[in-house]
């Protein structure tokens, strides 16, 4: 039987892993390793809070980023510019680099922008994505889940195979 003061700790845990999850930079790719590796997590559990965790901003973002967008364009210095340089450099760079994937794919190039775990792809280049390219919301909000349980599963999987290796 595990302690309340056991469970409040791993509770708090989990509320971490989710909470790198939903962020743009780590999401799965730093959510996953650091629920089974810092904190020991069972695999299913560290694959469903990465998972859950990497979905909550999407609607959000899906509903929003464009409005965001017009709210920083005319918001005076010294918050609207500083915020919104980075952010119209990585949509311009977002949009560029996946232009071809979407023209030729269509709202299904999602899956792939979010399921391969490599910088500047997962769940918040996808939303950036869907929203540049107008998909329909249904369509993104499929899309980019379905990317997010097969890019959960990779970095699962990856990160038990080098646990796995390491420990020989």
């Not at 003061?5 to 509770?11: D, K, M, R």
């Not at 996953?32 to 997590?41: D, K, R, V």
């Not at 792809?121 to 950036?128: D, F, L, P, V």
């Not at 329909?136 to 646990?163: D, E, M, R, S, Y």
């Amino acid at each position: 039987m595990m302690s309340s003061v056991a469970l409040g700790e791993q509770a708090w845990q989990a509320l971490i892993v989710l909470g790198v999850a939903a962020l743009p930079l780590s999401e799965l790719r730093g959510a996953i390793p650091l629920a089974l590796i810092s904190f020991g997590f069972p695999p299913l559990v560290a694959y469903a809070l990465g998972v859950v965790g990497n979905l909550l901003p999407v609607l959000p973002l899906l509903l929003g980023l464009e409005a965001l967008l017009k709210v920083l364009e005319r918001w005076p210095w010294p918050w609207g510019q500083p915020l919104r340089r980075p952010l119209s450099w990585w949509l311009r760079l977002t949009e560029r680099r996946f232009r071809g994937a979407v023209e030729r794919f269509g709202p299904w190039a999602l899956i792939v922008i979010v399921a391969v775990p490599l910088p500047m792809t997962g769940a918040w280049t996808g939303c950036a994505v869907a929203v540049l390219f107008r998909v329909p919301l249904a369509k993104a909000l499929v899309a980019i889940a379905l990317g997010v349980l097969a890019a959960g599963a990779i970095v699962t999987l990856a990160t038990l195979g080098a646990l796995g290796t390491l420990a020989l």
